[in-house]
């Protein structure tokens, strides 16, 4: 690690993402891949990138994060949590406009769990009246 970076750990569903921010171009590279390749899909990498394009922060850091846990999508919005903690860290005056776009707020919803004589969580089993 350089001597000047910034930490923030980013959790959704089962996804936990370590992020540090360094000084730097503005590569992002999670579990040693660049982003582009690790999550595959234009609208998460958007949404990955999101709290540094809203503080304008977007090319003045590069990210390293180590990502587990869940799937692609709860993973890029683990690191979309850990990146605004890491700015926070960064510079506590972004906290307004990060809070303001829900950047800060970790997504309590977790799968439901399945209980018994159902199906699943929810689902019964179809009813016969014959």
Do not use: C
């Amino acid at each position: 690690m350089p001597e000047q970076s910034y930490y923030g750990t980013g959790h959704r569903k089962n996804a936990i993402a370590k992020v540090w921010l360094m000084e730097g171009e503005g590569k992002i590279t999670v579990n040693d891949r660049p982003l582009d390749q690790y999550v595959a899909r234009p609208i998460l990498e958007m949404l990955v990138r999101a709290p540094l394009v809203a503080t304008d922060t977007a090319g003045r850091f590069n990210v390293m994060a180590r990502a587990n846990g869940g799937g692609v999508s709860g993973q890029a919005g683990a690191l979309r949590h850990g990146i605004a903690r890491a700015l926070l860290r960064y510079d506590e005056s972004l906290r307004p406009t990060l809070r303001r776009l829900g950047f800060l707020t970790r997504d309590a919803r977790i799968k439901e769990r399945k209980k018994y004589g159902r199906k699943r969580a929810r689902r019964g089993f179809q009813f016969s009246k014959r």
